[in-house]
């Protein structure tokens, strides 16, 4: 799902847009599986019983499972599904929550670093962590970011090289005069 164009500003422009990786959705996989599995295990063995406990049993099976599926499969799905990091050649956006939205705006003008940190499992995936440093008290964190040494790599060329930034006009390397000569001067080439 693309990010709104009416909430970009002018000549803003998606760079980046991402859920978190799906690696934060295997264990509520699994507990559906282990759920539905468990659920239709008592179901058959609830089939058994005498007389009205049978259906009793069955619905109170049934009741249990369907809240295990929503609070443990379906719960972190639709937070998956709603939290979003995007970047944008003016900021950097976070957005997460259903019922309750939260966000954060950090113009790129104000990030100071960007680091990213992944282990073992997170190299498989191909995910990690991004830490942005900026203006706030303490580097915020973005847990399973996918691919994220790229998203690293394209945070730090739209700060750097972003029109609007404050050292865009200072001069680069290619602007400046060579230093004089230390020293005496080489004689020539020796044989």
């Known amino acids: 799902m693309a990010y709104p164009d009416d909430l970009l500003s002018q000549n803003e422009r998606v760079v980046v847009h991402s859920h978190p990786h799906f690696k934060m ?6 507990a559906f599986v282990i759920t539905v599995g468990a659920a239709v295990w ?49 900021r950097l956006i976070a957005r997460e929550g259903v019922l309750k ?19 073992l499992l997170d190299r ?21 970011i996918p691919h994220v040494e790229h998203v690293h790599t394209v945070i730090y060329r739209e700060v750097n090289d972003n029109p609007y ?6 001069p680069g390397p290619q602007d400046t005069e060579p230093l004089p000569p230390r020293g005496r001067e080489p004689r020539g080439r020796r044989r």
């Open 25 to 30: 959705l295997i264990f509520p996989f699994l």
């Open 42 to 90: 008592l179901l058959v063995v609830a089939k058994d019983f005498a007389g009205p406990w049978n259906n009793i049993t069955m619905i109170a099976v049934a009741v249990v499972a369907l809240i295990f599926v929503v609070w443990l499969f379906l719960a972190p799905l639709v937070r998956w599904r709603t939290t979003h990091f995007i970047v944008t050649t003016d």
């Open 101 to 119: 939205r939260t966000g954060i705006d950090i113009p790129l003008s104000r990030i100071n670093s960007v680091q990213f940190e992944h282990g």
């Open 124 to 144: 498989i995936f191909g995910c990690g962590t991004l830490i942005i440093e900026s203006a706030s008290d303490e580097p915020l964190r973005f847990d399973d």
């Open 165 to 170: 930034d404050d050292y865009h006009g200072a």
